[in-house]
């Protein structure tokens, strides 16, 4: 274990690191700009049809699961082109995985924003 002492500029850096990160993430990946814009769309619902607290809690943790589980994606998808530049098969299988966890995030993401909206635009 480290013993360095607690430092609240070695804090503030990491934070800084956490929101170049994003920054990263939504100006370099794809499926991050995807993802923002879907977000967008479904914020923008969300304020014009009123949603409960409930349901907002709802949206706002879908769109940070799918957010999260994307953002993990690109990092083993990024990583792994280092460890293993050329097709390896072990390498595919961690991709793969790594994308049905954002497949699973995003088909809840729809599940619940099908179950919030459809009801409040259509009945």
């Not at 360095?4 to 990160?21: L, N, P, V």
């Not at 998808?77 to 995030?105: G, M, N, Q, R, T």
């Given at each position: 274990m480290n013993?360095?002492?607690?430092?609240?500029?070695?804090?503030?850096?990491?934070?800084?690191?956490?929101?170049?990160?994003l920054k990263l993430f939504f100006m370099l990946d794809h499926n991050g700009r995807v993802h923002l814009f879907a977000s967008v769309i479904a914020i923008g619902f969300s304020f014009y049809l009123k949603l409960s607290a409930l349901e907002w809690i709802a949206i706002l943790s879908v769109i940070s699961a799918v957010i999260v589980a994307e953002i993990l994606?690109?990092?083993?998808?990024?990583?792994?082109?280092?460890?293993?530049?050329?097709?390896?098969?072990?390498?595919?299988?961690?991709?793969?995985?790594?994308?049905?966890?954002?497949?699973?995030?995003?088909?809840?993401?729809?599940?619940?924003?099908?179950?919030?909206?459809?009801?409040?635009l259509f009945l």
């Open positions: 013993n360095q002492k607690f430092s609240i500029i070695d804090r503030i850096k990491s934070f800084k690191y956490a929101f170049q990160g994606n690109s990092a083993i998808e990024k990583l792994a082109d280092v460890v293993s530049p050329d097709f390896h098969p072990k390498i595919k299988i961690v991709k793969d995985l790594a994308a049905a966890a954002v497949l699973v995030a995003a088909c809840l993401a729809l599940a619940v924003g099908a179950i919030i909206f459809i009801p409040k």
